[in-house]
């Protein structure tokens, strides 16, 4: 397995920016693909964003393409949501993910390592 810390999170109104990132541990960091999820109070944890192992293909949720990205730097084992023009309904608990395998899958049942969440809170 990976441990995975994220960090960035924080309260900013609509229409702002956060940073996410999660920082990586043990497994082998570029073999895998990574992804983010979310999970709001009172709701099941969603898809948010995947990239593959190599950081060239990246997947969103409708919800958020064109809002946020996912990048990867293989080099500081780290990847990234820079999330733009957050909406109240982006309010979560915000995951990183590490895979399995190199390429990209959205179902949460994929992931075998979870970090601890961060909260992502966006006022009206």
């Known amino acids: 397995q990976v441990q995975l810390v994220e960090s960035g999170g924080g309260l900013v109104q609509a229409g702002g920016s956060l940073r996410l990132s999660c920082a990586a541990s043990?497994?082998?960091?570029?073999?895998?693909?990574m992804g983010w999820f979310r999970q709001a109070p009172g709701k099941e944890r969603e898809f948010v964003a995947a990239?593959?192992?190599?950081?060239?293909?990246?997947d969103y949720a409708d919800s958020v393409k064109g809002r946020f990205t996912i990048t990867r730097d293989n080099a500081k084992n780290t990847v990234y949501l820079q999330m733009n023009s957050l909406k109240p309904e982006d309010t979560a608990v915000y995951y990183c993910?590490?895979?399995?395998?190199?390429?990209?899958?959205?179902?949460?049942?994929?992931?075998?390592?979870w970090g601890q969440g961060t909260q992502v809170t966006v006022s009206s």
């Open positions: 990239i593959s192992r190599s950081g060239d293909i990246t």
């Open positions: 043990g497994r082998t960091f570029s073999n895998n693909a």
């Open positions: 993910a590490a895979d399995r395998v190199p390429f990209i899958r959205i179902q949460t049942v994929a992931y075998d390592s």
